[in-house]
């Protein structure tokens, strides 16, 4: 072994964990100081070149299968295998340019940022995104934003997607009205696009959230607000705690290796004290080497 395998091989911390069981400790290593060598456009180029790059895949694949076929059959093959168990019936996909099918979750952001501020709805991206722009970069299949909404602002938030192309579905139009819902899955006609919109509680956490968003605004990409690394870490806890999601624990491990430098370890400390996160938490710092 080289000095330099050595160097890398004695500087793995006890109970370093990669992010996948086919992954070599020492390039997981490797591949995560690459990463922070990379500029926040650059990584979120490059999740976004991913994204773009899966869905050309998916709809190369549906065209060759169904060679022939009229670019409506096509449309709403390419929307069933991209919606998958969200793609409803009364979903009807517009639209004759193929390019437009090819959105990310990046400019989907870019343009919902556009509408929620428009009428006043403050959001944050969370979830799979959120994850990726902190942490290791991976495919989500669609976009999720924490949206603080007023009951007797739904109407208005509706008709302002309806009007942008999106589909609202009926049924969890009126769930969110009545309170029987606490979330609306939304789709663009022409892109495909689709984003779930989670109403944001009361929870002391829940306003800690929005309170410590952040402004993504850089010239290359459209500006959008995200939910800070450490609230994103603490909310994969929350959600792995009961499921055990190997998923969710990977984006926990991501955040940790990308941000380790620059987390703040207090807040870390006092929400997880308080979510009842303290063991997952402790145990991820292990596992990320922090």
Not at 39 to 52: C, D, I, N, T
Not at 82 to 105: C, T, Y
Not at 165 to 179: N, R
Not at 243 to 254: C, F, M, P, Y
Request: net charge negative.
């Amino acid at each position: 072994m080289s000095a330099y395998g050595q160097t890398q091989v004695n500087q793995i911390p006890s109970g370093y964990r990669s992010q996948g069981t086919d992954t070599n400790i020492e390039v997981d290593i490797y591949l995560f100081t690459r990463l922070r060598q990379l500029s926040l456009s650059q990584r979120l180029e490059m999740f976004a070149a991913h994204e773009r790059g899966v869905k050309k895949l998916c709809l190369t694949g549906i065209k060759f299968r169904h060679r022939g076929a009229p670019l409506e059959e096509i449309r709403r093959v390419f929307a069933r295998a991209v919606l998958a168990e969200k793609f409803r019936i009364d979903f009807h996909p517009k639209g004759a340019d193929e390019n437009m099918w090819i959105q990310d979750s990046i400019s989907l952001a870019g343009e919902l940022h556009q509408l929620f501020e428009s009428i006043h709805i403050p959001y944050y991206v969370s979830g799979g995104v959120a994850a990726s722009l902190h942490g290791e970069p991976r495919s989500t299949r669609d976009l999720d934003l924490v949206i603080e909404v007023q009951s007797n602002q739904i109407d208005l938030l509706v008709a302002t997607l309806e009007a942008a192309g999106y589909y609202c579905p009926v049924g969890a139009v009126e769930g969110l009205k009545q309170g029987h819902e606490r979330m609306l899955n939304i789709t663009h006609t022409e892109t495909i696009a689709n984003a779930d919109l989670y109403m944001a509680d009361v929870s002391p956490f829940a306003m800690s959230q929005i309170a410590r968003r952040r402004l993504i605004d850089l010239e290359e990409i459209p500006a959008f607000w995200v939910a800070s690394p450490e609230d994103t870490i603490l909310q994969k806890l929350q959600w792995g705690r009961g499921s055990q999601s190997e998923k969710q624990w990977r984006d926990v491990l991501g955040i940790l290796k990308l941000q380790a430098q620059s987390l703040d370890y207090a807040y870390l400390a006092e929400w997880a004290e308080r979510l009842d996160l303290v063991d997952a938490l402790s145990q991820s710092f292990i596992e990320a080497g922090v």
